[in-house]
């Protein structure tokens, strides 16, 4: 079974508007971390936003919030007024800090592919 | 400012030839990391180290090599490439990170065709 699961592997969004973009994952760790990366066209990767499990709230960086339902096992990422600039694949990731040891590795989802429309 | 880069950005080889794709840091990170992206399945995790004379075997590890002699670097050799191992290659490197968040930070990659 696929530990992150991105099931959006394209989306389209208004200019302005406002986005959830879809990562659900799997582990009996009870401690991990959840990441989430863009990637433009241009290549790189770069990281947006992280979500401890131990955290009590939602993580929040400018535009980006990371909607963290942990009995659901999904951690969203919402990106508000969109911006054409954030048109790029986006990439859901997780850390196993136990079971994946203490320095514990990424396991990438398969991304979701945005395009913001002018 | 600290950076991690690849070299080379682009490399063209032949079946059954040996490749070493570079990488540095600059971060001072004693864990580094190499994946390979290919279209559909995201980034996948190639071999890890966790410091100086430390490597470990990721999920796609068969035909790849590191090694592992100081923290700065952590070259990744393809013994004999194939055309199986055409792909966009990242290098990664970060902090130790117990329950910190301590991200990855990746260089800018390397896109590698095996003819």
């Known amino acids: 079974a696929q530990k992150i699961t991105q099931t959006q592997p394209g989306m389209f969004v208004q200019e302005k508007e406002a986005v959830t973009l879809d990562c659900t994952y799997d582990t009996s760790d009870p401690s991990y971390g959840l990441f989430w990366y863009k990637q433009p066209s241009s290549g790189e990767m770069i990281f947006l936003i992280y979500q401890g499990s131990y955290d009590q709230q939602n993580a929040t960086e400018g535009r980006y919030s990371l909607n963290f339902q942990k009995a659901r096992k999904s951690a969203n990422l919402v990106i508000s007024a969109s911006q054409l600039g954030d048109s790029a694949m986006y990439f859901c990731?997780?850390?196993?800090?136990?079971?994946?040891?203490?320095?514990?590795?990424?396991?990438f989802g398969k991304g979701t592919k945005l395009s913001v429309k002018p | 400012d600290a950076e991690i880069t690849q070299s080379p950005r682009h490399k063209i080889t032949e079946t059954g030839r040996q490749v070493t794709l570079a990488c540095h840091q600059t971060w001072n990170h004693n864990n580094m990391f190499w994946y390979r992206q290919d279209l559909g399945h995201g980034l996948r995790l190639i071999h890890y180290s966790y410091g100086v004379q430390d490597t470990n075997k990721g999920e796609v590890s068969d035909g790849y090599s590191v090694s592992r002699s100081n923290t700065e670097d952590l070259p990744l050799t393809l013994e004999s490439a194939a055309s199986s191992q055409t792909s966009v290659y990242f290098c990664a490197s970060s902090a130790f990170s117990g329950r910190a968040r301590n991200e990855q930070f990746f260089g800018p990659g390397t896109r590698l065709t095996v003819l």
């Open positions: 990731a997780m850390r196993e800090d136990i079971l994946g040891g203490s320095q514990g590795n990424l396991i």
